[in-house]
Each structure stands twice: as structure tokens, then as C-alpha cells.
């Protein structure tokens, strides 16, 4: 967005992501997750098919780094 003061406003949940990531999460523990920081950090509605689709995505991302090493 354009609002100069959320530049880095998810910065915080990317170290939670990767330690997730890198110990072999599952789709579902990465969703619960995605799903407390969108609702209890950020205020968001629940979402679970939205944290489910960037879940999957992240862990095939974490894959094809691994695999490129």
C-alpha cells in the first residue's frame, strides 16, 4: 500500500516463519500461525483458506530453496 508507515509492518512475523520453515513444518501448523497473526495481531476476520493458499506456497517456496542448494 502507500502508507509510508507500514513499510515494514510484517517484518516482525518473518523470523517466526522461517524458524517454522526450517524445522519441517506442516501446512497446518504454519496456517495456525498465518491465522493468530492475521486475527490477533492485526485484527483481521479469520481467513483459513487464504492462510491455507500462502502456507502451501510458502512451504513449495521453502522447497525449491532447499533443493537448489
Do not use: H, Q
Not at 17 to 33: E, F
Not at 44 to 61: D, H, K, Q, S, V
Amino acid at each position: 500500500m502507500d502508507e509510508p508507515f507500514a513499510a515494514d509492518k510484517y517484518d516482525l512475523y518473518i523470523p517466526k516463519i522461517v524458524a517454522l520453515l526450517r524445522t519441517g513444518t506442516n501446512v497446518d501448523a504454519l496456517m495456525d500461525y498465518l491465522d493468530w497473526v492475521e486475527t490477533s495481531r492485526m485484527g483481521f476476520t479469520p481467513g483459513r483458506e487464504r492462510g491455507r493458499m500462502a502456507a502451501e506456497r510458502l512451504l513449495a517456496l521453502a522447497r525449491e530453496v532447499e533443493t537448489s542448494r
